[in-house]
Nanobody
Framework: QLQLVESGGGLVQPGGSLRLSCVAS????????IAWFRQAPGKEREGVSC????????DYANSVKGRFTISRDNAKNTVYLQMNSLIPEDTAVYSC?????????????????????WGQGTQVTVSS
């Protein structure tokens, strides 16, 4: 059974940094892409960043470009989201999502319907 488990969230002051991890377990087939989404109270879920396994290409939401970096460690089946220069508007539950390579539906990296499996999420709070 494929599972995604996020960790690394917490409370941080504005200007601080956090690194989120998303560990995939329970499968051996390659995936097509893993993305990070976030959802703040009262707001719609938002695509934050995505990394594709085939060519390591990445995408970022405009709101996080230059501050967040997505990366992966294939040996550990882990995708990271390094978040720097955090601002209160980054406060949200962050979830990772995986798209299987067998999924042939239309792919839009920041559309949650493009992904097959989701983690439970980790809370990030940016506050002084």
């Amino acid at each position: 059974q494929l599972q995604l488990v996020e960790s690394g969230g917490g409370l941080v002051q504005p200007g601080g940094s956090l690194r989120l991890s998303c560990v995939a377990s329970g499968f051996t087939l390659p995936y097509y892409a893993i993305a990070w989404f976030r959802q703040a109270p009262g707001k719609e879920r938002e695509g934050v960043s995505c990394i594709k396994r085939g060519d390591d290409s990445t995408d970022y939401a405009n709101s996080v470009k230059g501050r967040f970096t997505i990366s992966r460690d294939n040996a550990k089946n882990t995708v990271y989201l390094q978040m720097n220069s955090l601002i209160p508007e980054d406060t949200a539950v962050y979830s990772c999502a995986l798209r299987r390579i067998s999924n042939h539906r239309r792919f839009e990296w920041d559309n949650s319907e493009s992904y097959d499996t989701w983690g439970q999420g980790t809370q990030v709070t940016v506050s002084s």
